[in-house]
Each structure stands twice: as structure tokens, then as C-alpha cells.
Nanobody, 126 residues
Framework: QVQLVESGGDSVQTGGSLRLSCAAS????????MGWFRQVPGKEREGVAA????????YYTDSVKGRFTISRDNAKNTLYLQMNSLKPDDTAMYYC???????????????????WGQGTQVTVSS
């Protein structure tokens, strides 16, 4: 099916910026919803941002609103997460995910998605 590969993770200082990318392959498959999640050791995976393909409606978890922006480039089959004003609490493994179905789940819930990438590490130091 679809394969997802994340890139762009790095180690940065507080206040810095990063742009994560997620390249999708294995088409043709329908994609209705795309999102970014993050996870730290000992905690559950958290939905960070999501974007619908129809109308480009976006969702963000409260802690990243105003700092992160999710976007996509359909021509390149790529999903992005622009992260500005990074904080130590943003340190996590970041995962890209897509859904190949219309879903009634929250767009920030793991259960909404049908395919996942391997993750890319983001580390923010004080």
C-alpha cells in the first residue's frame, strides 16, 4: 500500500525552527486525511496536527497553535510540518500518518489513520 518516509528531524535550541517532511509513495491510493503525531518515552502518542484533503481544513493540538503549520504538496506527494519557536516540550519522535478512508474519528486520534511512517527525532535543548 502507501509507504511514508519522514525526514527533517534534528537537534535545535529553544526558539529555533525545523520543517519536517513526509514523502508518500505506493499510489494510487485514496488519501483523505494526513497528520503528524509525536511520542516521548513512557507516554502515549499525541496528535499534533492534521489536514483534510478536501478543503484543506486543519487541526492542531493546543500546545502548538500559532507555532506549527501543517501543509501538503499534492504534486510532490509530500506532507510538511513547519515548526517555529520550538520549546523543550516539543522534543519527541515525530510520525507522519495518512488515512485512506473517510473517518468519523477525531483527526488528531490515532484510530483515524491507516498508514504510518517510521518517525524522525526532534530534540530541542534549553
Amino acid at each position: 500500500q502507501v509507504q511514508l518516509v519522514e525526514s527533517g528531524g534534528d537537534s535545535v535550541q529553544t526558539g529555533g525552527s525545523l520543517r519536517l517532511s513526509c514523502a508518500a509513495s505506493g499510489y494510487p491510493v485514496p488519501v483523505y486525511l494526513m497528520g503528524w503525531f509525536r511520542q516521548v518515552p513512557g507516554k502515549e502518542r499525541e496528535g499534533v496536527a492534521a489536514i483534510y484533503t478536501g478543503g484543506s481544513l486543519t487541526y492542531y493540538t493546543d500546545s502548538v497553535k500559532g507555532r506549527f503549520t501543517i501543509s501538503r504538496d499534492n504534486a510532490k506527494n509530500t506532507l510538511y510540518l513547519q515548526m517555529n519557536s520550538l520549546k523543550p516540550d516539543d522534543t519527541a519522535m515525530y510520525y507522519c500518518a495518512v488515512s485512506s478512508r473517510w473517518t468519523t474519528y477525531s483527526p488528531l486520534a490515532e484510530s483515524a489513520y491507516t498508514a504510518w511512517g517510521q518517525g524522525t527525532q526532534v530534540t530541542v535543548s534549553s
